[in-house]
């Protein structure tokens, strides 16, 4: 069993919807980490929590808004998203960001949005 | 920037053979950290291997080893005794050694495996 859960697996929402992921992790990790996966593109990083307090936004669109509010728990708040915001959204913890920590990153299985 | 350069969009292996997927990285840091990851049709990646850049030993993990050539920022991983579970995505990523160190990866290799 992952350490890393996600839920739901796969969403369809609408233009106007507005929903949220979620992302629980019980392997005692301090930071935690929103990915996209698009097709035939890296993974991008879009949102990093560490200890509770966001160090890095990647230049996200404000339709998405994540959320951490404590250190087993991150979400991501959408609203009024575009049919190219179709893609795998994934979570990772890691232990936490500390110079010459050797933290590898654990993710859940993620989330397969679809926006009609 | 550091970038993460996976050159095989899809690579092939019969059971039992061995494979090596490419990956090279720039970087101006001498300080970061290698992995290779497994995205399998489960969706979940799982870590495989990693190499801390100031070692030069290659880490091996069973049936997977990379080959660290850190001047060249090469970072090429093998896999022996192929097997049908291997069939996967396969990415590298890069992490800066310091505290703002995110992971950057490449865009993968797809490895069929063929019984």
């Known amino acids: 069993e992952t350490g890393v859960t996600q839920t739901p697996r796969h969403l369809v929402m609408g233009m106007t919807n507005k929903k949220s992921l979620k992302c629980e992790q019980h392997?005692?990790?301090?930071?935690m980490y929103w990915y996209k996966q698009s097709a035939k593109k890296p993974l991008e990083l879009m949102f990093v929590?560490?200890?509770?307090?966001?160090?890095e936004n990647n230049s996200v669109p404000s339709r998405f808004s994540p959320e951490c509010p404590n250190s087993s728990h991150l979400f991501l708040h959408l609203h009024t998203l575009q049919p190219e915001d179709s893609a795998l959204y994934l979570c990772?913890?890691?232990?936490?960001?500390?110079?010459?920590?050797?933290?590898?990153?654990?993710f859940g299985q993620g989330t397969r949005l679809t926006v009609v | 920037a550091q970038t993460v350069t996976q050159s095989q969009p899809e690579m092939s292996v019969q059971e039992a053979e061995t494979v090596t997927l490419s990956c090279t990285y720039d970087?101006?840091?001498?300080?970061?950290?290698l992995f290779w990851y497994k995205q399998p049709p489960s969706r979940q990646m799982i870590l495989v291997i990693r190499?801390?850049?100031?070692?030069?030993q290659n880490a091996t993990e069973n049936r997977f080893s990379v080959n660290f050539q850190k001047a060249a920022k090469s970072f090429s991983l093998k896999i022996s005794d192929s097997q049908l579970g291997d069939a996967a995505m396969y990415f590298c990523a890069y992490r800066y050694g310091g505290s703002q160190g995110n992971l950057i990866f490449g865009k993968g290799t797809k490895l069929s495996v063929k019984p």
């Open positions: 392997l005692g990790h301090n930071a």
């Open positions: 970087t101006s840091e001498s300080d970061y950290y």
């Open positions: 990772a913890s890691s232990q936490e960001l500390r110079v010459r920590v050797n933290t590898e990153a654990f």
């Open positions: 929590y560490n200890f509770k307090e966001q160090t």
């Open positions: 190499q801390e850049a100031y070692k030069q």
